[in-house]
């Protein structure tokens, strides 16, 4: 019995803990890598996406980059509800988190549909994904474009 106790005593900070990192609802979308859920402002973990305004270079054309990878986020969650899990807080507060919609990787879909790069440490194995998404040349692929950590480094 002291045994069984225990465990459930050490058990509470962890349930405690599981629930504040953890947040479910309809998403609202800032850009393509940052969102609010349940009132959360929160960057997607283990990629980065075009700055709203950033351009790319089309053939014969330049498109606001920033501003589909905004869209491309948007159709993939509005319809349904998503659940991030916190695994960090950046330097403007906001949670660094990995977030669902019905059971996929809202990140890995975006680096697929090549509207997202994965980061350059990849800690998030989205790296093999952004390979398939430029080899297929969907999304930013199509053309050409400075990376979003570069494109802010210039502006």
Same mark, same amino acid.
């Given at each position: 019995?002291?045994?069984?106790?225990?465990?459930?005593?050490?058990?509470?900070?962890?349930?405690?803990?599981?629930?504040?990192?953890?947040?479910?609802?309809?998403?609202?979308?800032?850009?393509?890598?940052?969102?609010?859920?349940?009132?959360?402002?929160?960057?997607?973990?283990?990629?980065?996406?075009?700055?709203?305004?950033?351009?790319?270079?089309?053939?014969?054309?330049?498109?606001?980059?920033?501003?589909?990878?905004?869209?491309?986020?948007? /159709?993939?969650? *509005?319809?349904?509800?998503?659940?991030?899990? #916190?695994?960090?807080? &950046?330097?403007? $507060?906001? %949670?660094?988190? !990995?977030?669902?919609?019905?059971?996929?990787?809202?990140?890995?879909?975006?680096?697929?549909?090549?509207?997202?790069?994965?980061?350059? /440490?990849?800690? *998030?194995?989205?790296?093999?994904?952004?390979? #398939?998404?430029?080899? &297929?040349?969907? $999304?930013? %692929?199509?053309? !050409?474009?400075?990376?979003?950590?570069?494109?802010?480094?210039?502006?």
């Amino acid at each position: 019995m002291i045994r069984v106790l225990f465990l459930f005593v050490a058990l509470i900070p962890s349930l405690a803990l599981s629930a504040d990192n953890t947040v479910s609802g309809k998403a609202h979308v800032l850009s393509g890598d940052t969102l609010i859920v349940d009132g959360q402002r929160m960057h997607l973990f283990g990629l980065d996406a075009p700055e709203l305004g950033q351009p790319c270079q089309w053939p014969n054309k330049t498109i606001d980059c920033g501003n589909i990878s905004r869209t491309g986020l948007l /159709d993939l969650i *509005a319809p349904v509800s998503i659940s991030c899990r #916190k695994r960090g807080v &950046a330097e403007d $507060g906001a %949670w660094v988190a !990995t977030c669902k919609a019905e059971g996929f990787d809202v990140g890995r879909n975006m680096v697929h549909t090549g509207w997202a790069v994965a980061t350059p /440490d990849d800690p *998030a194995g989205y790296l093999p994904t952004q390979k #398939k998404a430029a080899a &297929a040349k969907r $999304g930013i %692929w199509r053309g !050409t474009f400075d990376l979003p950590w570069q494109w802010r480094a210039k502006q």
